[in-house]
């Protein structure tokens, strides 16, 4: 099974500030990374598909990179919206997929 | 505007069972392959099961194999999750996501329904 793991688990960071979460597969993935946007009491988001694909409607500020193992992804400029938890997923496997186990982004 | 609702949940015994459905509409559903996704309270996002578009494979995490069926009728729209042998860690929010493929890549979750509560509980 492909094991995708996240870091940091959480994160604190203020408005306008550049942040980036990191999410590694526990083999190669190619580039068949996903990452989400979960708000509390809310269902998932999708921001980003094939590593760096950009979700339409999704504002610009949202992007991602990676491949192989290692995958990231960065909010150029953090609005007050974004402070929510974020996902990846690997589809390498798909149907049989895996997400990694999220990070907190969280207001300073 | 496509939409998924999921309905069915609710607080059942160890050991119990329940079924869960998702209402698909604004998509071609017979079209897309469908997913259930679990959130325990708290924690983070667990795949649980996937179905083809047509029905004829499913896909099941270990976590729930022998014990959860994946099922849909395209012709209702709909899309079912049987839950039988419930057991405490079986509680969790319960998504439904549809899978979007396009050329080269395998697979996102591009839409998902909002949830619905399973309790497992004595």
Redesign the interface.
């Known amino acids: 099974d492909i094991q995708m793991t996240q870091s940091p688990s959480s994160l604190s960071a203020s408005v306008g500030d550049r942040v980036t979460i990191t999410c590694r597969a526990s083999q190669s993935i190619r580039s068949y990374l996903n990452w989400y946007q979960q708000k509390p009491g809310k269902a998932p988001k999708l921001l980003i598909y094939a590593a760096s694909s950009l979700q339409s409607g999704v504002p610009s500020r949202f992007s991602g990179s990676g491949s192989g193992t290692d995958f990231t992804l960065t909010i150029s400029s953090l609005q007050p919206e974004d402070f929510a938890t974020y996902y990846c997923q690997q589809s390498y496997s798909s149907p049989l997929y895996t997400f990694g186990q999220g990070t907190k982004l969280e207001i300073k | 505007e496509v939409q998924l609702v999921e309905s069915g949940g609710g607080l059942v015994k160890p050991g119990g069972s329940l079924r869960l459905s998702c209402a698909a509409s604004g998509f071609s559903f017979s079209s897309y392959?469908m997913?259930w996704?679990r959130q325990a309270p708290g924690k983070?996002?667990?795949?649980v099961s996937?179905i083809?578009s047509g029905g004829s494979?499913i896909?099941d995490?270990?976590s729930v194999k022998g014990r959860f069926t994946i099922s849909r009728d395209n012709a209702k729209n709909s899309l079912y999750l049987q839950m039988n042998s419930l057991r405490d860690e079986d509680t969790a929010v319960y998504?439904c996501a549809r899978?979007l493929y396009t050329s080269g890549?395998?697979?996102?979750?591009?839409y998902?329904?909002?949830?619905t509560l399973v309790t497992v509980s004595s």
């Open positions: 392959d997913n996704v983070g996002l667990e795949w996937s083809t494979y896909y995490a270990d998504y899978a890549f395998p697979g996102r979750f591009d998902w329904g909002q949830g």
